[in-house]
């Protein structure tokens, strides 16, 4: 019914029309419905005949509707109970054929003739039960109904024959006969090589290895191996889609033997078209604790944002996979850009680096600056220059930076409010003169010293400095001594 | 059931060698016009070139990609005894046609011989790459900073002793570094004509730990295969035949004599093919290591794949241009299309060029 369904629409076909028997396509349709052994389509067929009040009809129609269905014997008899009523039945209709009572309509005969199961009759209506194995099934519903699957093999060899002279065997016809021979091996086998897609022969074979029908000792790799390596064939073919990959990602996660290892080479394969894409295949490397990947993707990705002077993007990257080094690249990359410009790109980022700040030296110092230029333009002066010492003395500051920061010390200095107490004033002071001496010194090595404008810069400071230490300590012996 | 591609790659002279990236989805040639084209596969599947440069003064033998960890990075080599790394630069990204920049970023200089390959060292390795030459040396050179790659420097020379023509880095990670280099020498009495390289971690050095001997032929290609964490390695050479050859590490208690470098892996030729009946050139592995192409003198691209009890045999055969002037050696399987068994998929057949002549 489900593979043959020419009959079934026919069928609908003809229910529609007043008169069913005008169509040429009504006997065929009964011969087919009998065929398939859908007695009650058949009956319902020919009672709309118009001749169904006589006799032959009627006997048909009775015969028919008093055919033996297998699905009584889950009632409760058994097999050679239904045997034994059908074949009261068929005598039954042999002795209704022999008694010419339908030698009149002569379609009504052939339909009686293949209740029968009469051998000569299929080889007439062959053309409503193509291909063979059709044949093969109806046949074996009117001549032998019980036949056991290993005894098919009888009737096979007929109904081949019958269309030889149309048809070639083709090779599913072979996958056909080897399953019918209960030939799994040869089944798989050729399933493999005739199949394009290898969906079916990995299902199938996986379904066999768990309902055990796979014997291992035929294989001299266990069952397991024979399935595993169908799965992995099928879920290879399905990686390089561009979106089936995910399935096959699921495949491969029930190959316990090898899925692993092919799932990390190919999803380190798997062309990162789209952060949406990375994502998704980070998400799985990090259920299954595939840490290698993951890491690979994220720097993959990382470094694509960096060539497209993506700094941000790329941080986020980095972040993700824990990558100190590259983390810390991009921090001086950062600090880098902000004493030449200036000015911090990608604020959000920094901002809301929360704890993974803590991934690098210079990434914490990174977070630390930010949030001194934000105290200071907030106007907390005081936390922000207590920030600023405290990121000189840990000496989280690479030594390039500390000019940068004793310099944006300077507008702390000038305002009129005390910021720095006279202790921060001569750590500061500490700082500045280990600056200029390694500089001094860096200065006869290699010739490298500060520019001007930065010398000028740092003279200012030293002057605030100065100027700021004697203000310290008049302000705090005042309140001492108050 | 596969398509083929033609893509007119207007190189003005024979094309040596085409390389896909990691993905599949670049391209890269390189041919005696001493110019190199980068293609990239656009959304509607075709083959677009989004940059052409020359590179060298004198034929470029090979180009290959480096891992995208390290970003767009092609290395080169060539008849005129340099090899030199690019990297690509970008320029305004997302509009369409926009035609990237390659900067050179590094020449390596010291080989006094044409250089006849350059591979790059699997990504666990960092950035490292190998180079063979005419005069049988075999330099390593590592660069320790990833974001900037003009510094090269060289780690090691291996002097192989003969004519060196086609180099394979294995890229096992549980293994130590390993390298096969093969010889195109015509002199039979020669010896085998692959060596295989191992790095000894202890000595720092590189040694020999294998000749092959059973190839005695003029060696075009060699490839390691992925591993997958199989206990051997696959190695497949194209020379006269096909020949993959599996090698299996024994134990590490081997001593290094004075004389001879005792072998420590058991060899076994696992196939050999003449179905090209003729010189095969090129061959390549798919992603997982279970699928192998090669290509020959027959103009025909073959596949080769093992069943699950290890025996080897053609699965698929692809046939090039009909003309038969119009001879293809140089391809590279794409990584991003596994083939497997009857599975359908599409097999870009390497770049014809209007004017490539056959080589003897």
Redesign the interface.
Known sequence: KLHFITAGRLFDDLMKEEQPESKTTYWDTIFRLVLQGQIEKACRLLSLHSARQTDDFQTLINLLKRMPQLSNVYKGSSVAEFDMKWRHWRDECQRNYEEQKFSINPNLETVVRILCGEDAVFSEVKDCCDPWYHMLISKALYQDPTVKACDLHYYIQGCQDAYRSTTRLGELDSILLSALESDVYQVIKDSRTVFSNGWFVAHLTDLLHHCGQLDSHRLQFGSDLQREFLLLEYAGSLMSHHSLWIVGVSYLDHCAEFGRKYLELYLDHIPLDSEKKANKILKICEDRNMTEQAKSICKVMGMRCIRNKRLGAALTWFLRSKDVGFATVLAEKYLLEYSESGEFTNLDLIDYLGPSMLLSNRLTFLGKYREFHKLYSEGEYHAAGDLLLALLQARLAPKQFWITLLIDALPLLEKTELIFSSQQTRELMKCLEELTTEYKLGKKRDGLGFTEARKDQLDVLKLALSRNLPKAILQEGTVNLL | ?FVTKQIESEHKDLIHDVSFD????RMASCSSDQSVKVWDLGEDGEWKCTATWKTHSGSVFRVTWAH?????VLATCSFDRQAAVWE???GD?GREGVKSNWIKKSILVDSRTAVTDVKFAP?HLGLQLAICCSDGMVRIYECPDV?NISQWSLQHDIQTKFKCSCLSWNSSRMHPPMIAVGSDDNNPSGGGKCQVFEYNDSTRKWTKVETIVAVTDPVHDVAFA?N??RSYHLLAIASKELKIISLTPLGRDSVIGNQSVVSRFEMKQVASFTDHESPVWRVSWN??G?VLSSSGDDGCVRLWKA???GRWKGISILKGDASQTRQDRNFSAN????P??????IQQAPVHNASHLVRH
């Open positions: 059931m990691f993905y599949g989805k995208p960890e390290f970003g767009q690509e630069s970008f990204v990504k974001m992925p997958l964490g992603v997982t279970t069943n699950y009890l990584p991003s299309q596994n497997a068994g009857a599975v359908r998929y």
